[in-house]
């Protein structure tokens, strides 16, 4: 008799242990994901990284690819992202919604390294997209055809 107690104030104390437990787990997760809200475009800095920076022939702007990925296994992303800036900021800089020119899926860019983007003059940037598969894993694809207040030209050429 004395032992069936003994395990039934156990089994309630290791159960509200778990609940209170599983509360702080809750309530921490989701302080930490609030306190990194402040990323740009709403995407977490951390998982985003320069994959190359291509300066205008006159070095006064230059256009910065971006890849973000991550998720993990049960939700994961990517997408690839162009920017243009002026050519005297670090490229980590470029990461700003006015400076957007290209948002979509990994592999919207195609083409080889240093022909998927190329500057045509210094005001005119080409750009080599395939947008079935921009289109892929992302709820809108962004295209603009005009960078750095309009001084910049951007110029599309659809490819699969």
Known sequence: MVLGRWLAAAFRFFRTALAVLGLIV??????????????????????????????APDRRYKAVVFNENGGGGISPYCFDSVYVSKGDRPDEQAWDDANLVVNGGCGVLVG?????????????????????????????????????????????????
Do not use: C
């Not at 951390?46 to 291509?54: P, R």
């Open 26 to 55: 809750i309530v921490s997760g989701a302080a930490w994901m609030l306190s990194r809200s402040d990323a740009p475009s709403g995407a977490q800095w951390a998982d985003a990284w320069v994959v190359e920076s291509i300066p």
């Open 112 to 160: 080889e390294w240093g022909e998927r983007i190329r500057w045509t003059s210094p005001t005119e940037l080409r750009i080599a997209i395939d947008p079935t598969v921009g289109s892929r894993g992302i709820a809108t694809m962004r295209l603009h055809g005009y960078a750095m207040s309009g001084q910049v030209k951007i110029v599309f050429a659809a490819r699969n």
